[in-house]
């Protein structure tokens, strides 16, 4: 089928009666990414030839072109994995055209076929999208289609497959997903409106999955249906967002097959003017994963997004505890301020000082057991707004940048962390690791080209593998050359043959839209995750080339 589909396409470039035309005012884009790893033994980090497995070589690859002419676009991605780079999910090993798609667009109406990517307001009930360093793309392969019968008015409607891999689409395995979705922009619908402060939006969805019950055991249903309805309301500085979902019994292997409804709030409020900024956010979550595979429970088909409201951290040790969303049950809350110190005051001196104040916690929900919480079974029954005093993760962070002259700037940074290390990353029988990090990040650009920037963190802590410390120093010749040294150190680990180093040297060569980095060194072991999707990332020791382009 997906040799089909090139064929078509490339008829369809090659072969129209117009063929000058549709090339000579066409536009041709498309990127390029080549990741590889080279291993080497490494003793120090437990890392022999058996547990390499043989493997010494890890590539991923892909190459996405997209074509335009006029109402009409169409493109595909090629990618390669061979193998899969250590930490990615060893299904993906392959290689062919997982995503092919062509698309004609008016102002009234979008038609897709093929492979697309689609969200519906803030995912609770259905996004489809791909993340390239977690390895993760629920594309969906089917027919989407848009339609905008007025201004302000947009009407969704779409149904396909999920991507799995390279595992072809059968019936009796994963399902078919289904959707639509309505929005309605006041504002732009009714003229007098227009230039009002007060914008209002709202929208609503519905998406359902059919899946054949194959189970010998269980009665499961084959249609599940999902619905939500959010709104957004701007009144002048101030802002409001709310999204409910529920989602119908969906017994599977992630909520242990019971046969309980799942529901999920997500609502923000913020306020903002000239160097000040606040807002907090509110999630809660019950039983909401909602898989095309009843049957999968790791980190693929999925249909929707639950987005995680914790702040993401950019330094290695702030970022060594991620978060991962927990989709059976979580309540949790963020609170964020920005405030810019004003320039030519005391403290704010010539250019200002910013400071950033973050703070977010997300507890388990309370659950009252009804029939032993057995499969087969509702479960439990869960109050609405009442709070767990079990606590899956915590973070309090405060960032204060300034930036004394031409020359120089900083920013530093304290966080106090909980992480349930139980719950987050299934290490069992160990305690919540208690940590407090802080760190400085100083930048001397001591040419107009030529900059060096330094880093020092630490991360003191009695749980999990103790203290660290890591320092970075880079070199960056723009718009050219950088070149890293970095290391973190276990020093505080209660295996004294465990106090490793984590060392790296790296280079980089940017030339407009390509990029090459080498990176030589050891990667700690620990969970990278990306918008509260994670993965485990083995330790490494050797080679990393990173190769990207765009035209």
């Known amino acids: 089928m997906r040799k089909i589909y090139i064929i078509i396409l490339v008829s369809l470039i090659g072969y129209t009666t117009q063929a000058q035309d549709f090339i000579k005012n066409a536009t041709i884009n498309g990127s390029f990414q080549v990741d590889g790893q080279f291993y080497q033994v490494d003793d120090a980090l437990g890392i022999t030839d058996s547990v390499i497995g043989g493997k010494r070589i890890g590539l991923n690859g892909f190459g996405k072109i997209t074509y335009s002419y006029g109402n009409f676009s169409a493109g595909m991605r090629y990618e390669a994995f061979l193998s899969p780079i250590s930490g990615f999910d060893s299904r993906q090993e392959g290689s062919g055209f997982p995503n092919i798609w062509a698309s004609y667009h008016t102002d009234m109406i979008d038609v897709t076929v093929g492979d697309f990517y689609e969200q519906f307001g803030n995912g609770l009930i259905l996004r489809s999208y791909e993340e390239w360093t977690l390895g993760y793309d629920n594309a969906l392969n089917g027919m989407r289609l848009v339609l905008r019968p007025m201004p302000g008015i947009t009407i969704k409607g779409l149904y396909g497959s999920q991507r799995f891999f390279w595992t072809k689409f059968e019936r009796d395995s994963r399902g078919i997903v289904r959707g639509l979705d309505a ?148 309540m949790g809350v963020q609170f964020q301020m920005n405030y810019k110190i004003p320039k030519g005051s005391k403290l704010g001196g010539k250019y200002g000082t910013g400071i950033a104040v973050n703070f977010s916690q997300v507890n388990d929900i309370v659950r009252d057991t009804i029939d032993k919480g057995e499969p087969g079974t509702l479960g439990y029954s869960s109050d609405f707004f009442k709070v767990s005093d079990a606590i899956f993760f915590r973070d309090f962070n405060i960032d204060i940048d300034k930036k004394f002259n031409a020359k120089w700037k900083a920013v530093v940074q304290y ?35 030529k900059s060096v920037r330094f880093e020092l963190q630490n991360l003191w802590t009695k749980q999990d593998k103790g203290n660290w410390a890591a320092a970075l120093v880079e070199y960056t010749i723009a718009p050219t050359w950088f070149f890293t040294l970095a290391d973190q150190y276990n020093y505080g680990n209660k295996d004294k043959e465990a106090r490793n180093h984590y060392y790296i040297i790296s280079a980089g060569y940017i030339k407009d839209a390509s990029r090459i980095a080498l990176t030589y060194g050891r990667q700690s072991e620990g969970v990278l995750c990306v918008g509260g999707v994670c993965r485990q990332v083995p330790a490494a020791s050797g080679l990393t080339v990173t190769i990207t382009t765009s035209f």
């Open 183 to 330: 929005e309605v922009d006041f504002n732009s619908l009714v003229k007098k409106w227009e230039s009002s402060k007060v914008r209002v939006i709202v929208g609503a969805s519905g998406v359902s999955k059919y899946q054949r019950d194959t189970d010998p055991l269980y009665n499961l249903p084959e249609n599940v249906g999902a619905f939500a309805g959010r709104v957004n309301l701007n009144v002048g500085k101030l802002g409001f967002m709310t999204e409910y979902g529920n989602k119908i019994n969906d017994p599977s292997a992630t909520n242990g097959f019971i046969y309980q409804d799942g529901k999920a709030l997500l609502s923000s409020l913020s306020y903002s003017q000239r160097g000040f900024g606040v807002s907090l956010q509110m999630k809660r979550v019950q039983n909401m994963s909602f898989k095309s595979d009843r049957g999968i429970s790791s980190n693929a088909l999925d249909i929707n997004f639950l987005p995680p409201i914790n702040r993401t951290h950019a330094y290695s040790l702030t970022a060594k505890y991620p978060y991962a969303t927990q989709p059976n049950g979580e």
């Open 415 to 449: 966080m106090n962390l909980y992480y349930d290390i139980v719950t987050l990353q299934g290490h069992p029988k160990e305690d919540a690791v208690k940590a407090h990090i802080a760190l400085a990040d100083v930048t001397w650009s001591f040419r107009s080209d």
